[in-house]
């Protein structure tokens, strides 16, 4: 009790200051003894959009964001019998969910109706908290949900000071921190203690209550271990755990050690950021800027999806991250995924979404794909694409863009972490009221243009993000050029600023190639990132009930499978830009400000998957093609449902046929990719991951596949150690891998210690073939030195270095290939791997 009274009274003193200084000082700085260099937000509101960007907000309103409410009237969702507005219903996350973006997207547009529709949440919600200081509904009994509903109520007190919202957090934290050890974090609230912790930080810096930095540390001790984590590549470490792997969870907690930095600021804390995103980008990422993850981290074929939580939760990450870590590549980042990934989730209209998008998705249709958690409306353009989480979560990405864009900077001054076009109001230096025009069209232009308004002048520092993706940058003050302005840094300007002052930045874009996956490239210009233009037919599959809404499955109706030809070295003459004018709506490929033109040749060997649904994994390049060359059209992976933007390039094929050694000493090697399942790097080895919790058809047979080799004759052989049932082995003479446990032409080698069992066989048309078995006495747990020796139709298998085989089988159906390791229903771990040619 005297810790409640305790804080209440700090709470009182806090509202009494807050009433004479005015809404301008809503945003305090972090108080001692938290990391005092940290930018905080501008109060919600502060930064308006324009141009392009206001047609992104606009479109929220009028589709998905405004009629929510009528598209899912559900008691378990947004129905009037939510438990989030004491009705009977179970709305879990989803109503919070909704809310937070809710909030956000109606005080930023200062829209009169979406403000009315989120302060009943926001009233309610308010109500309902209990003498204890817990909220919400009755019978929820978990922290997690809470969290996303603390956000909400965060924008709403920097848009309105709506004076309960201090004293209830207030409450609920004391809540929080006197009932953890009795009722600790689990599951979803455990991965995603860092959004608690940010809100309590928050807080803590309104108010000065000491309990708050306890709470932190707590909340600390019983989260996930994201920091280790992070720093040393351990998602996989949790077994049957799936939390560490859910990529969603992964996103969200990014920022988890940007923010515990301020309150404990060591070198490791503050590194585990950028040492996690750089582990997750090297094993599983995408071009658009972000990691796979269908739901759990999927690798980097280009048939593994991303889905719309992972988006926004990765863009509040970054958002978060950059006003703690001041790194101008974060805001390279930022702009990458909220530019390219967020678009392409939706449709242009913000009326449907898709659960997950693919890299290369040339069609969108219903059907399994065998991701870790399948869904048959997984990548089709719906109001109900896949699972509820996305619908209702992904209503933050925009509005959360739009008010993380500038951030203010201890020194009084403007920190601008991404461009666009806004507006920015708010205060600096003694309280001095400026407003600061950005015109431009951003990142479809190179220009932008800031006009300041000022009452007489002020001195402040305004700091601005260089790309580090621009070569040749030039900033202007009223004509004249600044100096020191680099490439990749951010640049500090510090002087009077004047009443009709202009600043000029020039970014000039250039092409640029990124190497993906199996040696493909993607294409860049600037924070773009461009796709094929494919031609598309929407069919609709289902009508909804709110006139409007529809799912449609999206057909290519023009080729897609084309590598690119180029000169690497002179990629300005070999791509040439094509500019156009500037739409309402750019995210539109045919009415796009910008378009690629390029060469490229098809390829003909390359189709759809088995399962019909997606393109079989790019191709390894350089690829062979005698098709003729044709110019095509590229434009921002923004603008279509459906896509190529991982190209093969045209070229003789250069693969590894002679010998190859693979210790696994580094980490996940180059040039191998997984598919179904997951693959790690520990201790030393390659280890398969644990699918508990996964519904994907393809997890029984997952498979990791040096696809740049091609093997004849050979001798290959490495350490296996298996650790359940099931079995685990060699894959060689292997073409065309997919998700599926046969999905792929090739042979393969199995030990299974239950069985005591070694099995040869072969997937044919995605079928399994067994070819021979011997018994051996396989231990669980035991290194066993397996090595297959092949030449011409004879395949023989040897086993701890004995001198004879222990099985041959004699089949001609496949006679040269990729290697690869295989698991079926089975964890196991591979080392030593050595591949000799005869």
Known sequence: MSIILKSLCVTIIFLAVLEVKGQSKLNEFNRLPL??????????????AKGWLLKQLEQQRDGATGVAEALYPEDDNLGKNTDWLGGKGNGWERVPYYVKGLVALAYTLDDASLKAKAQKYIEWTLNSQQQSGLFGPEKMKDWWPRMPMMYALQSYFEATADKRVIPFLTRYFNYELANLDADPLKEWGKSRAGDNMEIALWLYNKTGDPNLLKLVEKLNQQAYPWIDIYSNNQFYFFGDDFQPKHMVNVAQALKYPVIYAQLNETKD???????????????????????????????????????????????????????????????????????????????????????????????????????????????????????????????MGWPYFVKNAVAATPDKGLALITYGPMEIETFVENAKKVKIAEDTNYPFEEQIR??????????????????????????KINGAAVKGVKQGKLLKIKRQWKDGDQLVLNFPMHIATKNQVNNSVSIERGPLVYALEIMAENRVTKTHALAGFADYEIYPKSA???????????????????????????????????????????????????????????????????????????????????????????????????????????????????????????????????????????????????NNTNFKDFSYEADIRITTEGDAGLMFRVSYPAIGADAYEGYYVGLNANSGQIQIGKAVNQKWVPLATAKYPIKLNTNHRIKVVAKGTKIEVFLDNMAGSVASVTDGEYHSGCIGLRTYKALASFDSLKINSL
């Open 269 to 395: 804390n503050m590194d585990a950021f950028s040492k996690g995103i750089e582990h997750i980008m090297n094993d599983h990422g995408q071009p658009q800027g972000l990691g796979s993850g269908t739901e759990f981290l999927a690798g980097r074929n280009s048939t593994a999806g991303v889905e719309t939580c992972t988006v926004v939760e990765w863009m509040q990450s970054l958002e978060t991250a950059a006003r703690v870590i001041h790194d101008s590549s974060i805001g390279d980042q930022l702009e990458k995924v909220a530019f390219n990934a967020l678009p392409a989730q939706f449709s242009s209209d913000f009326k449907n979404h898709s659960y997950y998008t693919l890299p290369n998705q040339v069609m969108s249709a219903h059907g399994e794909l065998g991701f870790n958690q399948d869904y048959s409306s997984g990548i089709v353009s719906s109001p109900y694409s896949g699972y509820g989480c996305c619908r209702y979560n992904m209503h």
């Open 450 to 475: 800031l006009k300041f308004s000022i009452t007489g002048a002020a001195v402040f520092p305004l700091i601005l993000r260089i790309p580090s993706w621009c070569n040749l940058p030039l900033i």
């Open 35 to 48: 990391k005092q260099d940290v930018y905080v937000q501008l109060p919600i509101g502060s930064i308006k």
């Open 560 to 706: 897609w499978n084309y590598g690119l030809t180029f000169d690497k070295n002179d990629l300005a003459h070999s791509i040439q830009v094509k500019k156009g004018a500037m739409p309402a709506n750019p995210f539109i490929a045919e009415s796009s400000p910008v378009k690629l033109k390029a060469q490229a040749k098809k390829i003909s060997s390359w189709s759809l998957a088995p399962n019909k649904l997606v393109a079989f994994d790019v191709p390894v390049s350089p690829v062979f093609s005698n098709e003729k060359t044709e110019e095509v059209t590229l434009v921002p992976y923004g603008s279509e449902n459906i896509r190529l933007s991982l190209f093969p390039t045209i070229g003789q094929p250069k693969k590894i046929t002679g010998n190859l050694v693979e210790n696994f000493d580094r980490g996940m090697p180059d040039n191998w990719v997984f598919y179904g399942g997951g693959w790690f790097y520990k201790d030393g080895t390659i280890q398969c991951a644990s699918n508990a919790g996964s519904g994907g058809y393809g997890m029984n047979g997952s498979k990791y596949v040096a």
